[in-house]
């Protein structure tokens, strides 16, 4: 929709596509902070300095725009750590990395999935990944570098619950205190090892 | 606040317990299903078939609910599951099955600390439970029951990580696939497992 002397939607196509950018910028920190619910479509177009209508133009309503966020990372997530699944506990290794440098990533996966967001479109495109991760770890398994003490499914559900899951059970603990698991090198160290011993072949 | 005429506050004291007792009933429903920033006081109110003017005179806001719902939980859930330091494998399996049974405290505790608002009553109740099993695994490691290999903060978080991690990582898989993780007694089965591998002295 052109509104004459809206300043936005006035400029040329080239600026629509900044303007969408920016929307989708101040999105992301927006609905990070405060989930779907909480986050206000006032303060994300104030904050990418665009008219609130370009929302609704671009994205339908606030719903649509929170899965147009959602499904940018969900691709940025799944491409940033490749499996190796010759080396599993190297992949732990970066899995943990990936979510310390992302935490915003990581809150919009968990409001998504507590608001019933996590849409067709981000399972199928998960779902596809994870298919690809399972037949890695079936090679690996059958070239002998991986336990076939178990399956790939049960393999990659306690790679991950190891990389990640600290982030459920202790972040609280780990900002509180000043023990060996607030250190992220050492709790790294832990996490690669851990998948090493469970996963290894024997 | 007594308001004449007003049904619930005007009966006996008794019945303000019982009254204050199916708002918070109604609140953990509400705040699990839709966080802090979705719930709504008028739905919480109209469920507990209480007027919502009790909720602001029994607990200040929708804040305060929130808070006094996390607090009955976080009591519960810590001394729901008590930890055999001798037997880490054991409070592993005990831990995911609690989980597996109690969703809806999962997602109160998951809303909190997404919305900022595991406080501070909750964070000292945690820490004072998070010091006591330090301490268990601590004496189980002198008795040569548990690894020295590792120290009991980072053995505490591998063991939740492992018990409860897959909530984060796997809960759209296990919901989507008809594969092996996707049953629960299996994935019990690798969770005692593999903590029993990690965790038993050597």
Known sequence: MTVPG???????RRDSAATRRRLLAAATDEF???GIAGARVDRIASSAQANKRLIYDYFGDKDGLFDAVL??????????????ATDLSAYAGELFDYMVGHPDLLRLVTWARLEGRLGPVAEARSLQ???RRLAAIEDAQRDGHVTARLTPPQILVLIESIAVGWIVTASEFLSLSDDDASDHNA????????????????
Do not use: F
Request: proline share 9%.
């Open 71 to 84: 499904n940018a990372h969900m691709e940025q997530i799944i491409g940033a750590v490749p499996m190796h």
């Open 187 to 202: 709790l790294r160290e832990i996490i690669v090892d851990s998948v090493r011993r469970l996963t290894t072949s024997a």
């Open 32 to 34: 990070a902070a405060r």
């Open 129 to 131: 990944s994870y298919r």
């Open 6 to 12: 809206d300043p936005p939607a006035a400029k040329p």
